[in-house]
C-alpha cells in the first residue's frame, strides 16, 4: 500500500519567515495531493491541493510543488504569521479510490514565533 | 450549509465493550470516509461509503465495521474493544464528484478503560 513520509515533524520559524514542509510517497499510481491543517483541538481543514497532472499551484500565501518522478510534494508558506502555527498533514490518494481512501503523513508541528 | 456532525463528542468505554459512532455529512453530500487518529498511529484511513455502498476500505481488523444509510448518514461500530481503540474517530464528508474536498468533522474522541 501507500506509505507517506513527513519532514520535519516540527518547524519553529519567526513571524514573517517562509515555512517548507516536505512529503514523499510510494506509490506511483497516487496522483491527488491534499494538505491539511489542524488546528489544537480542532478538525482537520484542507489548505490547498493539487493532482498529478499539475507541477505548482498557489493561493495567496501558500504554494504546493509536486516532482512526480521523485514522488515528493511541499507545502510552502511565505510570510508566515501566529496564526499559521498548527500541525500540518500531507496525504496521497489514487485515482481508482475516487480519491478518497487519503494516506497521510506523520505531520508537522509549525510553531511560528511572534 | 451546516457542517459535518459527530455524536457522541465523547465516550468512555471499556475493554471488551462494544461502540457505535455516527457522522451526519453536509446536506447533499454522498461520500462519508472514517479516519482514525491517534498520536502513534496519525492519521488513518478507516473506509469510505457512497450511495450505501462501502467504496473503499483501510488496514483495520474485522473489529472495525460500518454503514450507510439512505440519507447518507454513516455510523461506525468497534466491536470487543481494546485499549489500543482508544482514538480520535473522524468523519468527512465530500459530494459524489472524485477528487471533490473532504471536509471533516469534530471528532468522537474515545476511550477504553
Known amino acids: 500500500g501507500e506509505n507517506v513520509e513527513q519532514h520535519p515533524s516540527t518547524l519553529s520559524v519567526q513571524e514573517g519567515d517562509s515555512a517548507v514542509i516536505k512529503c514523499t510517497y510510494s506509490d506511483s499510481a497516487s496522483n491527488y495531493f491534499p494538505w491539511y491543517k489542524q488546528e489544537l483541538g480542532k478538525r482537520p481543514q484542507l489548505i490547498i491541493d493539487i493532482r498529478s497532472n499539475v507541477g505548482e499551484k498557489k493561493d495567496q500565501r501558500i504554494a504546493v510543488t509536486l516532482n512526480k518522478t521523485a514522488k515528493h510534494f511541499s507545502l510552502h508558506i511565505t510570510e508566515t504569521q501566529p496564526e499559521d502555527s498548527a500541525v500540518y498533514f500531507c496525504?496521497?490518494?489514487?485515482?481508482?479510490?475516487?480519491?478518497?481512501?487519503?494516506?497521510f503523513g506523520s505531520g508537522t508541528r509549525l510553531q511560528v514565533q511572534p | 450549509k451546516a457542517g459535518v456532525t459527530q455524536t457522541p463528542r465523547y465516550l468512555i468505554k471499556t475493554r471488551g465493550q462494544q461502540v457505535t459512532l455516527s457522522c451526519s455529512p453536509i446536506s447533499g453530500h454522498r461520500s462519508v470516509s472514517w479516519y482514525q487518529q491517534t498520536p502513534g498511529q496519525g492519521l488513518q484511513f478507516l473506509f469510505e461509503y457512497f450511495s450505501e455502498t462501502q467504496r473503499n476500505k483501510g488496514n483495520f481488523p474485522g473489529r472495525f465495521s460500518g454503514r450507510q444509510f439512505s440519507n447518507s448518514r454513516s455510523e461506525m461500530n468497534v466491536s470487543t474493544l481494546e485499549l489500543g481503540d482508544s482514538a480520535l474517530y473522524l468523519c468527512?464528508?465530500?459530494?459524489?464528484?472524485?477528487?471533490?474536498?473532504?471536509?471533516f468533522g469534530p471528532g468522537t474522541r474515545l476511550t477504553v478503560l
Open positions: 496525504a496521497a490518494s489514487r485515482k481508482d479510490t475516487g480519491r478518497r481512501a487519503l494516506t
Open positions: 468527512a464528508s465530500s459530494s459524489d464528484s472524485m477528487g471533490n474536498e473532504q471536509f
